[in-house]
């Protein structure tokens, strides 16, 4: 049959009748009368693969045939061995195809068909050239993971996949190399985790202290903040995980690795340094990831990267998340990748109505002076503040909590365990505000956040879409606020070129300038504060 927007092949040998209906929101739905026997199949071609298929139905098995570069025979037996039998429904999920069994009901009744898995994708076609729209997913079920996954997503109240988690899970767990391009705060690490655990734990664990599974991350927090989410996602599976990182000492870390794990989630330096000393072992990895390629590259950690890949075997899934593209990213893509699928979620734009964005042109010296007003409002109820460096995030935060406001500075300057400690306290609300440098707080998910105060606007305007992401999480709403002096001006406008929207003015106003360069002038005291309390009040409680 063959339906409108979508190509749907299926010989159902009379085993049913089906009828195809699109709502007005252009998705697809069946509604199936069946006959016996007790099994029927439906199965679908994903279009935007352009890949055509052929289905037989039987009773006991389903036979696609791809192209020939890309065929074979899948029996029911490798659907079960896939952990993608759940009740009477098998859903097996590639990157070209997705399968359903349902159960038949008595004669002569009709139901409603399962709902079409979100990669089918609605074609719109123009002259030739095809565009292609993903469809809303509601829930988790469609996306082929197994019961025990499902039971842990429920209880942490993981209703809909996000939009990356839709589009990767299915491919992931179809064997396929993934490069996927999300902003932080998009949900990427339970779209690599969840397909990853749902592998581990359908395959048998030959060596026991062979490692699996290897995870990098920049920074020590994001380290520990993907290996927490493993843990409360494989709580219903018998998998054990480690972070390994700088900053502490290694004993504890090489005592469980030679106990034996299945997944290591780590830092590029300390993971080199083990694998180094012989205490960290590839040789058994079949999923490898790399998180946050492009702030790898900022940090130098490029050598590193490269040497744990040289030491992973080459038979292996390969998955790499960034935030952008640059030049040197994309070279190494193609290196570690084979064959990708490429998912894009779109960027963060100043028009995101989740997040009210304002700038206050302020003078540098007048800084402090705006946040202990903006922090007196009571509609704040907690923030991350971020500066430029260490030394600026101490001082601020201990500036802040002489004055009656309780703050923790996160920076890297601090020891690892002081650092959990900051953010322990800011996340049970002991901290009310939390000073941070970007690099100390990237990847660092805390919910309730309210505000994000750009104490110094970042060099790199990618850097302030990681910031304000921070706020405004899970559907939530937040403000971001921006002091910008005189000397900022040129990262202010970096900013708004990148998220194509002009931030609001809430106060103050940018010193004019003009084509020709003023003429230079002898020394003079400090100008005076072109930010004026008064004049501001109203937009600053609104803010």
């Known amino acids: 049959m063959v339906c409108s927007s979508f190509s749907l092949l299926a010989d159902w040998r009379g085993y049913g009748e089906e009828t195809t209906q699109i709502n007005p929101q252009g998705q697809l739905g069946l509604v199936w009368k069946y006959r016996p026997p007790t099994f029927a199949a439906f199965a679908y071609r994903h279009v935007a693969t352009g890949y055509a298929q052929e289905v037989e139905c039987k009773i006991t098995f389903i036979r696609i045939s791809l192209t020939p570069r890309d065929s074979g025979v899948w029996l029911r037996q490798d659907f079960s061995r896939s952990g993608c039998i759940r009740n009477s429904r098998v859903a097996v999920p590639s990157k070209s195809f997705c399968v359903l069994f349902c159960p038949i009901p008595p004669r002569g009744r009709q139901i409603k068909a ?5 990669f089918i994708r609605k074609r719109r076609s123009d002259g030739g050239a095809k565009e292609y729209t993903l469809l809303q997913l509601n829930d988790f079920s469609g996306l082929g993971l197994n019961g025990p996954l499902l039971r842990a997503l429920k209880s942490q109240n993981f209703t809909a996949p996000t939009p990356i988690q839709a589009a990767a899970i299915p491919g992931i767990l179809g064997g396929s190399d993934l490069l996927g391009l999300a902003q932080t705060g998009t949900g990427k690490t339970a779209a690599f985790a ?7 734990s359908m395959t048998e664990k030959r060596n026991r202290h062979g490692v699996r599974a290897l995870i990098i991350a920049p920074t020590r927090e994001l380290a520990l903040q993907i290996d927490e989410q493993i843990r409360l996602l494989s ?5 054990r995980s480690a972070t390994i990182y700088g900053g502490v000492g290694r004993k504890a870390q090489i005592d469980k690795l030679a106990a034996g794990v299945d997944i290591v989630t780590g830092t590029p330096g300390r993971i080199v340094d083990l694998l180094t000393c012989g205490h960290l072992k590839l040789q058994t990895v079949t999923h490898f990831v790399l998180d946050e390629a492009d702030h790898m590259f900022d940090l130098g950690f490029v050598r590193d990267i490269k040497k744990i890949i040289a030491a992973l075997p080459k038979k292996r899934q390969s998955l790499m998340f960034s935030a952008t593209m640059p030049a040197e990213v994309a070279k190494l893509a193609t290196a570690v990748l084979v064959n990708p699928l490429r998912i894009e979620v779109p960027r963060t734009k100043a028009d995101n109505p989740q997040i009210e964005q304002k700038v206050f042109f302020v003078g540098m010296g007048d800084k402090r002076m705006l946040l202990k007003t903006l922090l007196d409002d009571p509609a704040l109820s907690r923030a991350i503040v971020f500066t430029r460096t260490k030394h600026a995030a101490k001082r601020i935060a201990e500036g802040l909590c002489k004055e009656g406001t309780e703050a923790e500075a996160l920076h890297g300057n601090k020891s690892q365990s002081a650092r959990q400690h900051s953010l322990a306290r800011f996340r049970s609300g002991k901290a009310r505000v939390l000073v941070a440098t970007d690099i100390a707080a990237r990847g660092i998910d805390v919910a309730g956040v309210s505000h994000v105060i750009n104490f110094d606007l970042p060099d790199a305007p990618e850097c302030y879409v990681h910031r304000i992401g921070r706020t405004a ?4 709403t937040g403000i971001a606020v921006s002091f910008c002096d005189d000397s900022e001006m040129g990262q202010l406008r970096g900013i708004e070129k990148l998220t194509g929207n002009r931030l609001i003015v809430a106060g103050g ?13 002898p020394s003079r005291p400090r100008r005076q504060n072109r930010f004026k309390p008064g004049g501001n009040q109203r937009a600053l409680s609104a803010a």
Do not use: D, F, N
């Open 235 to 239: 709580r219903h599976l018998e998998l």
């Open 194 to 200: 969840l397909p990853i655990l749902q592998s581990l």
């Open 114 to 118: 399962p709902r079409i898995p979100h």
């Open 509 to 521: 106003k940018p010193r004019e300038t003009t084509a020709a360069a003023a003429p230079k002038r």
């Open 473 to 476: 999480r899970a559907g939530a």
